[in-house]
């Protein structure tokens, strides 16, 4: 008796009814936190000159029986049944195995499985799933005992990965920045594949079809409240790629407020564990990607990627780099937060269409690099713990994914008014009263007021590309503006500053607000802190530039 | 194609040898990479020692730049400047300037060319040591020792420093030195425009 499995080497080729995958399915996904089990019906044969066995299972009998969550027990009459059956429905088929579940567990063989097959001295094919993992195991038995690994195929030609409805796989995404940048990354895809009649029942209860957000990438920054609750509706919502960007780690204090998160995230990244935890819940097929990162560190090149950005953020200056990058790409971005004033709870969204005429700098008012040096991000204040906060939070990111889901519908008419809306929890949040819901429309730009961003700025234009090897000398870099812009002058200055190079610009030593970019220097070490793809201000002598300064680094290139 | 980055550096660092003395002198170059100016000052007494040495002053490049014909100053940050001694990297000994050489600005305007000019002199001259900036502004860097006794080690390095490069008498009184560093810039640079 192998007691492991571990010593098998010989196979038995298993084919197995496309119906039968089906049966599965809904025997498994019953109830998935109590084992079930049904009975495989088939044929066993085998080749009388090479010996090997051939399993074809043709039906499966089940009936509406649960077991607990860890055990699952084929009892007598279960058994009689299925007897009753075969000979009813198949009588040139025989049982020859059995196939249960491990509900919230992997799919492995336990010592009761073990012992089970034990039991019976025939040939016999069993099978166990996680409906939790999507993860299977297989095994077949001669009447001698000997065991057998399973190259198992569905009958019908069918690729065997869509076995069951839903599993989820880690993928290897190639991140769109460079592999030296250690980002953490994590990729999931996950798999769900409906019928068409439950597909139909599905489009019945959404106002979209459940595939309308299919194709669509979303980028959240941010995962602390209002991420959770923004991940999770965007789940729910059928959207397609998810991808969520944060710098932070999940803690005790905030862990309470993080509805998606269970209690062993603590400690461990933000971004991945939210990531890890929508791809174990959706339900939609999806590809969702958490990144371990400063947002500011992976550029403003990094929005090309998507059709609409969420910035549940806790920091201003995060905030208006987020907005200036999708303003110079005319990607739509809706933007919230909470906070509290005067001991009561109030919050915003703003929602910035793909053509806004304004930017957040204007809706706020000047003055956002005072604030700098505010927090940067929730584990800087330990003691807010703010246990009042899910129930608003949930209204503020409830309107958010209102309004993000109509722009990503395309179902925004106007793509230039920017909407801000301010909503007051009034009292105990038990009155409500005009007050509480204020709107705010900006539909026109505002010419005399200076703007940062439109002053050099121009949407209508495209913003020139440049590529670059940050292993070559910058005087090259030098040339290539030159040549664009012609104004032969000394130096060209990139400002950083403008460009909202946070960590470069503002950093506590060594800061650097300008990079000049002169006809006669040399390498220059600080071109690799910049993120691989951004817009910067190029200052000249006559006039200031905008570029897409796109990095492309040989294969040799030290970081 | 005229580098007036560079000019407009080396008229700050020959207005800071004018007022400290001929024994000073001043040669001005950029970084590797290109981002910082570095002025060289050469033949300043060190510390604790009877050699004279080189003090070198490092600033973003941008912080005087030249646009459209006109001349302007781009006020730093504490954090975009640096003070070394005997060679890059070794603090410059103040009681105001932390272990990697940027220093700490005391409470004064910097906004113009004018204020970063007299800041220089200031720091080199350590005039701006004085019994409030230890005692109540603290020191940076604890290579003089600390209040009273940094206070009366810069008094006696300034005397040194008197002594040696004999710099105009007026370094004692802000308002004095930033209405001569005024009238030295803006005479330098209107030469400069008008050359331009």
Redesign the interface.
Known sequence: MHKNYTHITKSVDVFMDKSVISKINVLIHRDPQHECGGIFIGNVSQDSITGKHTIYIHDLYSEERLGTRSTFEFTTDYQMNAVKYVKKNCPEYHIIGNIHSHAQYQAFWSEQDKEMMRQARDNGFYMVVSPKYGTWTAIFKDMDFNFYHCDLKVADDTECEHMFERYVESVEETPPFRKERTFQTASYRVNHNYTDVQQREMDKRFLHSIKELSDKKVLIVGAGTIGNLLAEYAMNSGVGNLCIVDMDAYHYWNLPRSSMIEAHAQEKPKALELAKAIAERSHFPMQVTGINADICELGWGFFKNFDLVLSPVDSAAIRQYIDRGCKLYHIPHVTCGTGIIDQSFTGNIVVFPAQAVVDLEYVWGTGYRNKLEERRSCSDIAEETQAQVMSFSAQIAGIAMDLALKILREQDTDKHTVWKYILNAVGNGYERDNAALRLYKYGKRPTAIKSELYDVFEPEKEITRVTFDRSQPKHVLWEKLNELFGENIYSYALNLEWSLNIPIAYHSTQALAKLEVTMDSGVDENLFKLPDCHVYLVEGDERDYLIELQFTDSENTEA | ?????MDLAKIAANIVTDVMGSGLTAEVR?S????QVIMEFDGYPLWKSRRKGKVFVQF???TF????GNVHF?A??Q??CRYYQEEMGKPFVHPHVYG?G?PCWDNGKRERATDFIANIVETLSLQNVTEASVMVGRCASGIMGVQMEALKNAQQHQKAIISALKPKAFISDRRELESYVSKRWCSRISILTRAA
């Open positions: 194609m005229r580098d007036y980055s950029y590797n990479d290109g981002n973003p490049r941008s730049y030249m646009r459209k781009n730093l940050q954090a975009q990697d940027h």
